[in-house]
């Protein structure tokens, strides 16, 4: 009994807590009012969840923010609903788990696009109508206003988005790198490379700049050959590639010097430039470009003030507002004369955008369907490579 | 006395409620989720009972296309056709969009012969492997998991057989999480050692001020911790810098020390360290100075009084600290992530892969089971070895 009172005594002194919370007296009059506490603390915290409060996810940083100013403060000035703001890193785990439960506390989601329709094919998504949306703002009907291709059954696409490569000029002296050839040449662009540690994207950008032509890329892809092809490219620059792994990281690495190139998504690019005055130069030669998508958790009990936000989300506006925040392009064909100039530095955005005429011609459409088939099996064979 | 036993019991059931919901019961589902999966086999009932009647070779029944059909519309009206189509496709790749494409594709039909319809849709439907992966999948118990996670796989015949070299991954990654855990603990210790040893017999101020020193590193976010050995260690950082200021190397032969093995090492042993200092400093507290006095009043040297004095005491820490520095190694995985590079990787980051992003949480669920049988192989070598009871982790 001593020696455990002591070894108690010896593990407060640790903390530097004896003294403080060693003595009990109180505690008994205490602990009822505490639980009352709580009880009533709890109450509170169910009240607010059963409230108009939207939780609506995003993928944070610069991109969450620009959501946050061009289309969580104006819906909440418009409707009164109020919005939590949640972030996340992608994938249906999380989604996953609480529609298992039946105990949902998200909303509204910013979806990467194979998300959206392996979701909507797991019952994970709300089915959302197209012709429910707005129209834009000259009439015209949603089904015709939204670029082809930028919808699935139970997502809106929100931005037009792209994995680029870019590089600090700072650090390249001489002849500057152009094509996405030129990423995997070490011989006239000695120094490290960053990369995305992923299969996809990467697989992709190989075969490019093995010079397979930008609409076979996938066809190539599919077959066993052009697998190896493609892995045999990545080979080539391995032992030079640092891996990363958040949106963040790419920048960070560019400014201080630890890569000489590095793919990216454009708009973090962006941001460095723009607002930190990096001297970044993205080269659009075979960029990937991708749709993001938000969707509905299924079973929300909040979906009609959900609906209304997927609606106000998609308008023309609203998305023009998130490209004047981040170099992501509207999904609306009327969104993108809407994109004039960034709201903070007054910057044209139009050369900065991944669906801009110029940036779009060498680019390359991102085949999710492809690659929701060959996921699990690459990634796989990915590691494995890796770790060779 | 009975009437304050139960008192004292009632204190202790919201904690044992809270490890039961919060811990056990998860255990418990994942580990049930790494042989039980009936997704396919809830979805599939007709289809399956068909298929357990062919042999295998050449194409199934005009009864299992025809069940087939019937069971992959119900199963997109539903909606659990991703579900479904998600797990044949990790047997067999290509099978997701073959299964969401024919479903779309048959309402439109209305009549068979079902074989020649579905093949019209994809003849994809004509060869053995898709129906194999079908009734591979359709197992409600399996073992397919497990194999996945020692690099095996089920051929179509029922025999077992490793994976195709490019797709073997999940031995190698144990093996290297086994031996980098392994160093770290040594490292920890071999650092951990001493500085116990300093604060446990130093005068209460210095002691004090010691302790802090390895408390608030502890209470540090590990984020934070980890970034900042990023900035200390990479190509252009604070290290590399010095080197190159003290012209020890050269600016073109700068060291890689982040992003690869070393920069998981050194930044999971910084840490881990706390925990293998606080319980060999709490164990070396008690031990009384004297003992070193007695010993070397007589005649010992000082290597003697340690070895044979000294460090049998501390023994129960050193058990402690490396127990649970090890165990903490083996399942971490934000470290490696963030510093790793490619061969940092543990198999904790492939366990947060399946769980995060390919959602196959019964892989998830071997894998970690396998890492869960690991940790308990060492608890009981360790009861062996020292006795469990001489463990003090306070």
Redesign the interface.
């Known amino acids: 009994m001593t020696r455990r009172r002591e ?1 108690a005594a ?2 407060s002194a ?1 903390l ?1 807590v004896t003294g403080r919370f060693g003595r009990y007296t109180g505690i008994r009059s205490g602990l009822p009012r505490l639980a009352a506490l709580l009880v009533v603390a709890c109450a509170g915290a169910f009240d607010e969840a059963k409230g108009q409060a939207l939780t609506t996810v995003s993928w944070g940083g610069s991109y969450g923010r620009a959501v946050n100013e061009g289309i969580n403060i104006p819906f909440t000035a418009e409707t009164g609903i109020r919005i939590n703001v949640e972030d996340y ?5 999380q989604i ?1 788990a609480q529609v298992d439960v039946g105990n949902i506390h998200w909303d509204v989601v910013d979806l990467e696009i194979a998300d959206a329709v ?6 994970l998504l709300e089915l959302i109508d197209i012709s429910s949306l707005p129209p834009g703002p000259d009439g015209t009907p949603a089904e015709d206003d939204f670029v082809q291709d930028s919808q699935t059954e139970c997502g809106v696409g929100a931005v037009y988005w792209s994995t680029v490569y870019a590089y600090n000029s700072e650090n390249i002296s001489g002849e500057k790198p152009a094509t996405m050839a030129d990423f995997f040449d070490l011989d006239r662009f000695p120094g ?1 490379r960053g990369m995305r ?1 992923v299969p996809q994207v990467n697989l992709e950008f190989a075969l490019i700049a093995d010079g397979v032509p930008l609409d076979e890329v996938y066809a190539v892809l599919d077959t066993p050959e052009g697998l190896n092809r493609a892995f045999r490219k990545l080979e080539t620059i ?1 032992d030079e ?3 990363w ?1 958040a949106g963040a990281q790419p920048p960070q690495m560019l400014a ?3 890569v000489v190139m590095s793919t990216a998504y454009n708009g973090r690019i962006f941001n460095a430039q723009v607002l930190e005055n990096q001297p970044f130069v993205i080269v659009w030669d075979g960029q990937l470009l991708d749709v993001g998508q938000i969707g509905i958790v299924a079973g929300t009990p909040r979906l009609e003030a959900a609906l209304q936000y997927v609606a106000f989300a998609s308008r023309a506006e609203s998305q023009a507002a998130v490209g004047r925040r981040i170099s992501y392009s509207p999904t609306r064909q009327s969104g993108a004369p809407l994109v004039t100039t960034h709201v903070e530095t007054g910057v044209e955005m139009a050369p900065h955008m991944p669906a801009s005429p110029g940036n779009v011609d060498r680019a390359l459409r991102y085949d999710w ?1 492809w690659w ?6 690459l ?3 990915f ?5 060779r | 006395m009975q009437r304050e036993r139960v008192r004292a019991m009632l204190l202790v059931v919201p904690l044992l409620l809270f490890i039961g919901v919060t811990f056990l019961a998860p255990l418990g589902m994942m580990l049930l989720r790494s042989v039980h999966d009936p997704v396919v086999a809830d979805a599939l009932p007709e289809t399956l009972g068909v298929l357990a009647e062919w042999d295998g070779e050449g194409l199934p029944p005009e009864a299992a296309y025809a069940a087939i059909a019937r069971e992959l519309t119900l199963a997109r009206e539903e909606r659990t056709l991703g579900q479904v189509a998600g797990r044949v496709n990790r047997v067999e790749s290509g099978m997701r969009s073959l299964f969401t494409r024919t479903a779309r594709g048959l309402p439109d039909v209305t009549a068979g012969p079902w074989r020649d319809v579905m093949v019209e849709l994809d003849e994809a439907w004509a060869q053995p492997a898709v129906w194999n992966a079908v009734r591979a999948t359709g197992q409600r118990f399996t073992a397919r998991h497990y194999l996945n996670a020692v690099d095996m796989q089920r051929l179509p015949d029922g025999s077992v057989a490793r994976q195709p070299e490019e797709r073997r991954i999940y031995l190698a990654l144990m093996w290297r999480t086994l031996w980098v855990s392994g160093a770290i603990t040594l490292l920890c210790l071999m650092l951990g050692y001493p500085i116990a040893h300093l604060i446990a017999h130093s005068p209460p101020r210095r002691a004090n001020l010691l302790l802090l020193l390895v408390l608030v590193p502890f209470w540090t976010s590990l984020l934070v911790r980890t970034t900042a050995w990023i900035v200390l260690l990479q190509t252009q950082g604070v290290l590399n810098d010095i080197l190159v200021a003290i012209g020890l190397i050269g600016d073109d032969g700068r060291l890689t020390m982040i992003y690869n093995m070393t920069g998981t090492i050194v930044a999971m042993t910084h840490v881990l360290l706390p925990f293998m200092v606080l319980p060999l400093y709490s164990v070396m507290r008690a031990i009384p100075p004297r003992y070193m006095d007695a010993a070397a009043s007589l005649g010992a040297t000082p290597i003697q009084a340690f070895r044979r004095v000294y460090w049998p005491q501390t023994l129960p820490g050193v058990g402690a600290g490396s127990l649970l520095v090890f165990i903490l190694a083996i399942g971490y995985y934000i470290t490696p992530a963030l510093v790793g590079g490619s061969s940092g990787q543990l198999i904790s980051n492939m366990v947060a892969y399946h769980m995060q992003t390919s959602l196959n949480w019964g892989l998830a669920g071997a894998l970690g089971g396998i890492m869960l049988a690991g940790v308990f192989v060492l608890y009981v070598l360790y009861d062996r070895l020292v006795g469990i009871e001489r463990l003090s982790l306070s």
């Open positions: 070894s010896r593990h640790w530097g890193n992608g994938g249906l785990a996953r392996r979701g909507c094919d797991e019952g490290r540690r391995k590639v640092i891996w792994e201080d010097g630890e369907q929701v088939d060959n996921q699990d099996e990634n796989e064979r590691s494995a490579w890796l770790a």
